[in-house]
């Protein structure tokens, strides 16, 4: 009996061993996850210490740590910025933006906002093509951030004096650009004042007596394309009421490639000082294709020459009879009276013998009560663009568009005649 009980007791013996070491490895590795480090040496050979928790004694670390030792998961908070750089040839100084820097999210999120735009004055422009523009017409840079120092380098460096450089990573631009392909470069500048501008020269030579007025413009792209037409009309100038989308916005300023540059833009204008901008005996003509006068004056079936908005027309009419049955009982004719009495024309006869105002309606609430009034005061019209019967009204940057480029054909044929009658 004595000789199978030291067989099994043999036999237990490795099982019990191995019992105990997994144990103790469990253990070890507890502790070890408990442990933090007192110094961290980065591989440039910044060294930070970490003060000791409460209770215990720091102790000693080495001197030189391993280029191959693993880095805590939470990095430390570090410097944003290091010691300016320059590049030779100008003597100018920038910044390198190390992780952590804030300084181009939060220029972002002030320029991205309309209330702080107009707050702090201020707007972003993105591209070298548009940042030239910007420069050349005198608009004044605060910031650039930029990926490449080639982007600065083909700017003007006069314009770049004064202005503060940061080098970031192409990441951080890619993540607050509008753009499909981001450029590498963006500038914040301070909000452009039309009377201090510098035109294109060729652009001033090719002026029209010939503005635009746009009225509840709500749609970017569309406010974008407008002002790019009355640029190559050569517009003398752009009027903003209130109401519309700002014209700095980025997708405006994209949409627009560079017109804002080109052409003088005032914008959140009030209708009582709206006047002020306009010359000397200008009339203001409206293109609306859904007025219940351009009905009754083009024809009797006006709407199947596609010259009416049944939509727009139809709620027209209903605010029309309620105003007729509220003041029926005051006045005979007052019922009458709430709609200004404007001639329609046709887009394409004469309408620029004096210098000319169009006004372009959004495309959701339309032109308002106060341009009627407006172009009623100054002797204008109503200018219709006929279309084929069954196709929807144009969107408002088409409208612009074919009207501002008649208006221009009908200055140069009578520039023409003038010079003909001179020779």
């Known amino acids: 009996m004595a000789a199978p009980v030291k067989g099994w007791r043999w036999a237990t013996r490795p099982l019990l061993w191995v019992v105990q070491t997994w144990d103790l490895d469990g253990r070890r590795w507890v502790r070890a996850l408990r442990r933090s480090p007192v110094r961290v040496v980065f591989p440039s050979g910044q060294v930070v210490e970490r003060k000791p928790g409460p209770g215990k004694q720091p102790q000693r670390a080495a001197t030189e740590a391993s280029p191959y030792e693993q880095r805590p998961k939470q990095p430390l908070q570090v410097s944003p910025s290091q010691p300016p750089c320059t590049w030779d040839e100008s003597g100018l100084r920038y910044d390198k933006a190390l992780p952590g820097d804030r300084r181009l999210s939060s220029v972002m999120t002030i320029v991205k906002s309309r209330p702080f735009r107009e707050k702090q004055g201020k707007i972003l422009l993105e591209g070298r093509r548009l940042i030239a523009d910007a420069l050349k017409a005198g608009a004044v840079p605060k910031v650039f951030f930029f990926s490449r120092l ?24 890619k993540d607050w650009s509008d753009l499909v392909t981001p450029q590498g470069i963006m500038g914040i500048f301070a909000k452009p004042d039309h009377v201090k501008m510098r035109y294109p020269e060729t652009q001033l030579h090719h002026l029209l007596p010939l503005l635009l007025i746009c009225d509840n413009l709500r749609d970017p792209g569309n406010l974008g394309t407008i002002l790019r037409s009355a640029a190559g009309a050569g517009c003398s100038k752009v009027l903003l009421t209130k109401g519309c989308v700002d014209a700095w916005e980025p997708k405006v300023l994209r949409a627009a490639m560079g017109a804002h540059f080109q052409v003088p833009i005032i914008n959140n204008l009030d209708w009582e ?72 024309q046709s887009y394409d006869l004469d309408w620029t ?12 609430h339309g032109l308002s009560l106060e341009s009627l009034q407006l172009a009623e005061s100054t002797g204008g019209k109503r200018l219709l663009i006929p279309v084929v019967p069954g196709v929807d009204s144009l969107n408002s940057a088409m409208a612009a568009s074919i009207l501002l480029f008649e208006g221009k054909r009908q200055l140069r044929v009578k520039a023409e005649h003038s010079s003909r009658d001179r020779s």
């Open 353 to 364: 013998e004096a210098p000319a105002a169009v006004v372009i309606g959004g495309e959701t």
């Open 150 to 173: 080639e982007y600065i380098k083909e700017l003007p460096i006069d314009k770049l004096k004064g202005v503060s450089l940061i080098k970031v990573k192409f990441e951080d631009i």
């Open 273 to 344: 000082t709206l006047p002020n901008y306009l010359p000397t005996n200008t009339r203001v003509y409206v293109a609306d294709n859904c007025g219940l006068h351009a009905q009754a004056q083009l024809s009797n079936k006006a709407s199947d020459h596609g010259w009416v908005c049944e939509r727009r027309l139809s709620r027209l009419h209903k605010y029309e009879e309620e105003v007729e049955e509220e003041e029926d009982d005051l006045e005979p004719e007052a019922g009458k009276s709430w709609l200004p009495e404007l001639e329609v």
